[in-house]
Structures are given as C-alpha cells and as structure tokens.
C-alpha cells in the first residue's frame, strides 16, 4: 500500500504537470496563429483603404482631365443650384437635391472665393462621390474631396445630422490631411496615413488614408477616408475564442488607440502610451519588435502571461494579444482538482491498514536515523547512515548519506576558499570563543589556527575586547563595524593597528559572527611613502617656479656684470702695479667675482645653468677643499674628516659639488654660534628592495656624504622650508637664502638625494646620496694653458647691448683686430653685404631684436660659407636650447667673461676653421 502511493503519487504529479505543459503550448500554439491572422487582416484592410482611396483619386483625375471651361455661366448656375446661402454668409447644400442614403454634400466656406475651376472641381467630386456610393468605400466611415482652391465635398453616411451645417471658415490646407499629399511631400502620388487623433465628438480614436488627386498633371487637393477605431475593435477582439485574453493596438510612437484592457484610460482622450500603463511585460515585447532594424513579429512570457506582438509594415502599429495562463489551464486544473481529491481518499484509505504491521519496523529505523543525524549536527561529517531495514529507509539513509558527503565536500571547499582571502576571516560563538580562522588570520597573528580554536576572543590583543563587548552585550545589529584599533597583538606580543568588520547569523544552536580582520601596517606605511612623494613633488615645483625668475634675472645680471669686469680689468692692465687705481680695479674685480657666483648659484639651485658632469673621487674633492674651508671657520669651530678608505668614484659637476660643500659647512657653523665640531664623513652603502628605501631612492649602490654638527638644530616646521629658495632663519644681511637651495639644486640634477635629521638643541646633519659610478679612480696630473695671442683678421661683432659692444671693441682692437660693429642682426648683415674684405670671424650676441644671433650665422653662411662663427650670450643652457643654439652644437663664450678668456676664445675659433674651396 505504501508503495502505492509512493508511485501514484510522483506519476499523478508527473501527468498533472505534463499535461499542463502540453495543454499550455497547444493553446498558447493556436492563439499565436489567431495572431498572426488577425494582424494579416488588419494589414488587409489597411491596404484595401489604400486602395479605394487610390482609386477615386485616379477616377477624379479621370474626370477632371475631361472637364473644360468655355467661360460661360453653366457651372456658376449650377453651384448655385446645389447649394443655398445662409444669413450669415455661409453654404449649406439644399436637402432635396441628395439621396438620403448617401448623404454627400458639397460645402464653402463664407470667407471662401472659388473660381469656376475650383467650384467646377467640387461639382465634379460630388458627382463622383454620389456615384462611387458606400459599397465600394471599404467599409470605411466616409469619402471627402478637399479641392486646392477651399471648401469641401464629402459622402458622410453615418452622420446625416452633419451634412447641412455649413462650417464658417473651411481652410484645410494646413492640416496633416493636405500636407501630406503636397508634391513635396508626396513625390510618387500614393496614398498615406495621417497620425491617429482623438476625435472628442465621437470620443474615440480616428485616423486617415489620404491621396492626391490631379488636373491636367497638376496637384489639385487631396482625397481620403476617416476610419474611427473603435470600428476595429470588434474584429479584432471576436475571433479570440479564449477567456483570459486581452487586445491592445499602439500607435507608431507607443500610444495606445484601443485595449479592452486600458480602455478607461484612452476614453479619457488623453494620449496614453504604454510607459504610462507600467506593464513591463508589454514593454518588453514593444522592444522586441522595435525598429530599426528589429523584427515583426515576437512571443514573450513573464511564467503567468503570453504576449503576441505584430509591428505592421504598412502602418507601423503593433497589435498585441495577451494571454493568461491560469485562464488557458483553468480546465485542466479543474480536472486534476478531482483526481488528486480521488487519489488522496484512497491513499488514506490504503494507509491506515497496515500503519500498525509496519510501525515497530518503522520505529527502529527512524531511531537509528536519528541517532546518526544528532552525530552529524554535532559535526562529525565522517558519520555515516545506517542502511539496515526496509528498503525505503535504506534508500533515505543512502540519500543523507549522500548529502553529509557533499556537505563535506563543500565545507572543504569552503575553508580552501577562506584560505586564499588576504583578510583574516574568524568566526566566533555567542560566547565570544574562537570556532575558526582561515590561513591569513593564522599568518597575521602568527598562530596555528588549531590553537586559536577555542580561544576566547580577547586573546587577540586588547583591540578585539570593544568586538567582545559587542557580543556578549547582545548587540542586534546585522553587521557592524570597527576601524582602526590600534592594538591587535601577534604570538610575539608585538602590537600592530587593524580594521575589523563582524558579520551576525542568528542561528537554531545560537549566534555566529563572522569576522573579517584587514592588517593596516602597510596601508599606514603606504600612506608615509605617499606624503614624502607629496613633499618631493611641492619642493620641485617651488624650485620651478623660482628658477624661471632665477634665469631671467641672471641674463641681465651677466650683461652687466661684463661690462664691470670688463672695463676693470682694463683699469687694472692701464694702471701701474700697486697703485691706488690698480689696487681699486681689483676690489671691483673682486666684487663682481662675488656677483658671479651668486647669479650662479641662482642658476644652479634652479637647475637652469648646465653641469659639466665628470667622474671624480669625492674624497679627493674633500681633502682638498679642507685647508680653505678651516680658514673660512672661526677659531672655535674644528673641522673634523672621516673619509672611507676605498670610495668608489660618483660623475657630478667638481666646481658645483665644491661649492656644495662649502655651503653645508658654512651653514654647520652658523648653527654653532659658540664654536663646536663639524663633521664631514664619506661612505658607501647598499640599498635594496626590502629595506625601507629614503625619500624617493632607488635600490642599488650609493656614495653617500654628510656634514654634521652639534648646534641649536630645527624643528619640522623649519625642515619644510630649509631647501625653498631665499628661505633663512639668520638675521638681516648675514644670509641670502640660496645656500641650502643651490645644494638642493645640485644634487637633484647629479641624480642624487639630501637627507636631512634634525631636532632642537640635537644638532642637525645632511647626508647626501650620489649613484655610485666606478671603482676609485687613481691621481689625476695638471694641465698648463698658453696665453692667447692676438691678431689682425676681421671680425664682425653683433651686440644689442652698448655697453658690451663697446667693451668687446676695446678688448678686440687692443688685441689688434679689425671690427665691424653692429648694434643688431639687421645691421651685421647689411655691414657684412658693404665689406669687400674677408670676414674672419662672426662674433655674435644670441637674443637681439629681429634677426636673432642664429638666424644671422645662417644668412651670413649664404653668402660667405665657412665664416668662423661664435656666440656670446648671459642665458642658461636650457634657455639657450630653447631659442635654436643648443650649446652642445655651437661655440658659445658665457657671459661675463674677462680679456683672456674673450681672446682666447676668439683666436681658438678662428684657428680651428676649415678652408673652403
């Protein structure tokens, strides 16, 4: 018996669904060919407007091709016969004159001034009209005429009551029926559609076929049909034979013209669009068949509704079906209703006897049942079910064995999961003991997580105990969260900041929480990194900013300082050696030394002025700059070197890296005001990826140079601003500001880093790091420079500046040279066209007005190729490159430069040419 009903029961359910199933595709099978023959039929009457409307418009072009005026008055007598005047001015047809079934009538307007071929064209549709009739109109509700000229002529029969009210201003040219038959926008003649309207008399919907119609193979008006589509609806909706279905037409832009679902909606006469209804379902099948290039015809299913949606081709309306499926089952569920009410009684019937044969039997294996479930709640998933006992708890025990196997399976699969989580994932009991914690929360607290099984919460570090409180406080809330406590603690005791975010389960045997732990160490040192690169970046910037004035500056800084240096020298080689005059030249040389260095240190520190780099040996460099360095400290100060043994060699500019030096360790004994030791120390270090690199350095192998002292030291607000340009925390007059800059300055442009550690009344030391180049290089010898002698050749200077130009003039004819001077481009070049004789040499300034140095060496080659050419100029290098004369091309001397080096320069330029020809 109990078998029995364990198959029937599964087979009357089967051939329940089975037939529901089949039953629904059937149905749904023949409604979706009612469909399609519906849409077919709409398409077909459509298409039989077209034509009718076509075929009057062909016999009335017919007619009035045949139609001749000869002038006289028959048409006019006749007009006035079929139509009356009205006391207000208007027409009206006369009663007696038309048929009653027909009721056609031919109208104008009071303000209307027809001519006899327009009235001869009304007369004419009339005539048409009455004899075309209703029975070849398509059963469509009426036929009308609009001439070209006004008024109208129309067959209205089911509305009789319209036809002898003349209107008072009967103008259609500019509505949509005229307009589309217009030439230019009916180029081929055919028939159209207007757009569906509310009609409020009739309170429905109502759209038009319309067509032109001609006289003499010209446009003379339009024609058409009206069809209300309410007319429609009982077609469309008869031929559906099931209950639960429903019908929607929708316009071309998604208006709803008829639904016998909506239609309160659209008798309002308002224009309701399927957006408006808020049926997803039919909006979904809308888009299936939206064009372009979207297909005609679709079938959508929500599981309790069918859609058929059909997009005309003609018309682009879509006709929509919807079906219900609880209405399509209805009968079938009707059927199966009574068969499991059948089923149910016997099965009952057929129970009831042996329930007391069966249930010792029963008892035993569902206690054995148990019993293995209570082991596997517990958790021991390697439990498995007895098998024992009649063959339907054999088959129970083998399925939940079955599915404690899978359970397994997914709890494995579960922690292998967990395991390869970057986060640390705990989960905790209501008593805030530890039940898990996957492979990253036993690596973050370097513990076993067997060990943590177990463990009240707390262990963690102090940081879990506010998560603890939580807990076992019985907090309700879902999930929470807690950012940032700073004192998660390892196996080690070492603390360290952690997020933590908890996850509540209310389960049958208690609370769970899930914990999800994120380390914040390399955040936080991410963080650090992030900042310093902040500070590199706003310092760069500065010294950007500073360096463009710094460069303009030393450009008019350089001109004047040649022409002092210039004429000092002169004063000093005129003057008698010792004398008061020679003695003055030299303090005015002097102090345009001073100048110099310091508009090149404005340079420098703006890495505007171009490095000559060379490798070197940096002990070298500090041995050497000792003797003068000891001078320039007072008494109490004591230099102090500790140079490594075997330094390797480091490629950096020595005039500059000097002069990064003497400024560290002037700037040491400013912060020794009471005298103490300064110390420089030289070393080589290695850096690499794993350690914590400075600033903005890369791994690898470095010479590294300090200046140190023991004096008042700074605080981090000074050390924000130590390398800005004219920064300085001396009293007036003692510093220019430029002195940790220029050393910035160098540095960066030598590829290297400054670091600096300081604190108040700690002292202060700057490390510098420089890319270590080679192995240590070995002594270098000297070298001796000849005197430059002078000359007689010519040369043509181009100077804007008079007082350079009559410096160089001075210093070149002394030497014995021939000068043509000019005081611009323009002028050289002119000078240059009037000389008959050689040019020997071209001496140019580079930025001049018009004719820029560069442009005049190319014009001065046309004619004289091969002219020696050298340029003299107070701009950087950069600046230089950036008006056409990169200084790694042509020969350049630097402004301000004295006699020898001017002569110098001269003579080796005009030595070196090359012969042409």
């Not at 109208?152 to 036809?163: D, G, R, T």
């Not at 149910?344 to 569902?366: G, I, M, Q, Y």
């Not at 067997?450 to 879990?464: C, H, I, K």
Request: charged share 25%; glycine share 10%.
């Amino acid at each position: 018996m109990a078998v029995f009903v364990v198959v029937a029961a599964p087979s009357l359910w089967l051939a329940h669904r089975s037939f529901e199933r089949v039953h629904r595709e059937d149905a749904l099978s023949r409604l979706s060919r009612e469909h399609a023959e519906l849409a077919e039929a709409l398409d077909d009457r459509l298409e039989a407007a077209e034509a009718s409307a076509t075929r009057v418009a062909k016999l009335l072009d017919r007619d009035l091709s045949q139609l001749r005026l000869d002038g006289g008055e028959g048409p006019d007598q006749l007009f006035n016969e079929l139509l009356e005047a009205r006391d207000d001015g208007t027409w009206r047809s006369r009663r007696e004159l038309f048929d009653g079934t027909l009721e056609a009538g031919t109208f104008v307007s009071a303000r209307s001034t027809l001519g006899p071929v327009d009235r001869a064209v009304l007369l004419s549709a009339k005539g048409l009209l009455d004899a075309y009739g209703v029975g070849s109109s398509g059963g469509w509700d009426n036929l009308w005429v609009l001439p070209a000229g006004g008024g109208i002529a129309l067959l209205w029969p089911s509305h009789p009551e319209f036809v002898f009210d003349a209107l008072p201003d009967l103008d259609y040219s500019h509505t949509e029926w005229v307009q589309l038959t217009l030439p230019e926008r009916n180029a081929d003649g055919g028939p159209r559609w207007t757009d569906p309207i509310f009609d409020q008399t009739s309170a429905t919907w109502m759209i038009s076929v319309v067509a032109p119609f001609h006289r003499d193979g010209r446009w003379a008006g339009a024609l058409g049909h009206d069809l209300p589509l309410t007319s429609l609806a009982a077609g469309l909706t008869s031929r559906l034979l099931s209950d639960g279905t429903s019908s929607h037409l929708l316009g071309q832009d998604g208006s709803l013209l008829l639904s016998d679902r909506y239609g309160v909606q659209i008798d309002g006469g308002g224009r309701v669009t399927a957006q408006d209804v808020g049926d997803p379902l039919l909006l979904q099948a809308l888009a299936a068949v939206a064009p372009p290039p979207g297909q005609l015809s679709a079938r959508v299913s929500d599981g309790q509704r069918t859609l058929f949606v059909e997009r005309s081709s003609r018309s682009g309306w879509c006709l929509v079906h919807e079906v219900s499926h609880d209405a399509v089952l209805a009968g079938v569920h009707a059927v199966f209703e009574l068969l499991w009410s059948a089923f149910l009684a016997l099965a009952v019937l057929l129970t009831l006897l042996p329930v007391l044969l069966v249930a010792r039997l029963v008892r035993r294996s569902v206690s054995s049942l148990v019993e293995a479930s209570a082991r596997v709640s517990s958790g021991d998933l390697s439990h498995r079910f007895p098998v024992d006992g009649p063959e339907e708890f054999a088959t129970i025990a083998e399925a939940l064995d079955s599915m404690v196997a899978r359970l397994s399976e997914n709890q494995q699969r579960t922690r292998a999961v967990l395991d390869t989580v970057a986060d640390g994932v705990i989960t905790v009991d209501g008593q805030a003991l530890i039940e898990s914690a996957n492979r990253s929360a036993a690596c973050m607290f370097e513990r076993p997580a067997e060990r943590m099984r177990g463990q009240p919460l707390s262990s963690l570090g102090p940081a879990f105990a506010s998560v603890e409180e939580l807990l076992l406080g019985g907090e309700d809330s879902s999930t929470w969260s807690l950012d940032a406590l700073p004192d998660a603690r390892r196996s080690d005791g070492g603390a360290f900041p952690v997020d933590v975010r908890a996850s509540l389960t209310v389960a049958a045997e208690g609370r769970l929480v899930t914990l999800t732990v994120r380390d914040l160490s390399r955040r936080r040192e991410a963080e650090r990194e992030r900042l310093a690169l902040e500070a590199e970046l706003r310092q760069a910037q500065k010294m950007e900013a500073v360096g463009q004035l710094a460069g303009g500056v030393a450009h008019d800084f350089n001109n004047l300082l040649t022409g002092i240096m210039g004429y000092a020298e002169e004063l000093q080689r005129e003057a008698e050696s010792g004398s008061q005059t020679w003695r003055d030249a030299g303090q005015i040389l002097r102090a345009s030394e001073r100048a110099v260095g310091l508009t090149r240190q404005l340079l420098v520190f703006s890495r505007q002025q171009e490095l000559s780099p060379e490798e070197i040996d940096l002990n070298a460099l500090v041995s050497g700059l000792a003797p003068m360095l000891q001078r320039l400290l007072n008494e109490e100060h004591e230099l102090t070197l500790s140079l490594h043994p075997c330094l390797g060699s480091v490629c950096v500019d020595a005039a500059r890296m000097e002069q990064v030096v003497m400024n560290l360790v002037v700037n040491a004994a400013d912060a020794l005001p009471g005298g103490g030791t300064i110390r420089l120390t030289t070393a080589e270090v290695e850096l690499s990826g794993e350690q914590h690199l400075p600033a903005l350095l890369d791994a690898g192998r470095y010479v590294t140079f300090s200046v140190a002292d023991d004096g008042v030291g700074m605080d981090d607000e000074v050390q924000a601003s130590i390398f800005d340009p004219f920064f300085t925390t001396k009293e007036l007059g003692r510093g220019t500001g430029l002195g940790l800059a220029t050393v910035f300055g160098v540095v960066k442009e030598s590829e290297g880093e400054v670091l600096v550690r300081s604190a108040p009344d700690q002292g202060a030391e700057f490390t510098i790091y420089l890319p270590r180049r080679g192995d240590p290089l070995p002594e270098a010898g000297g070298a001796t420079r000849r005197r430059p002698r002078g000359g007689t050749e010519t040369i043509l200077v181009a100077e804007d500046d008079a007082a350079v130009r009559r410096l160089v003039k001075r210093l070149l004819e002394d030497q014995g040279y021939q000068l043509l001077l000019a005081a611009d481009g323009a002028e050289a070049l002119g000078l240059a066209t009037a000389h008959d004789g050689p040019i020997d040499l071209l001496l140019s300034d580079i930025v001049m007005p018009g004719l820029s140095g560069p442009a005049l060496a190319d014009a001065l080659q046309g004619s004289r190729p091969g002219t020696p050419v050298l340029f003299i100029s107070g701009w950087s290098a950069d600046a230089l490159a950036q008006r056409g004369a990169d200084p790694d091309e042509v020969d350049i001397v630097a402004k301000p430069f004295g006699l020898a080096e001017l002569s110098r320069r001269v003579r080796a330029s005009m030595d070196q040419r090359i012969p042409v020809g």
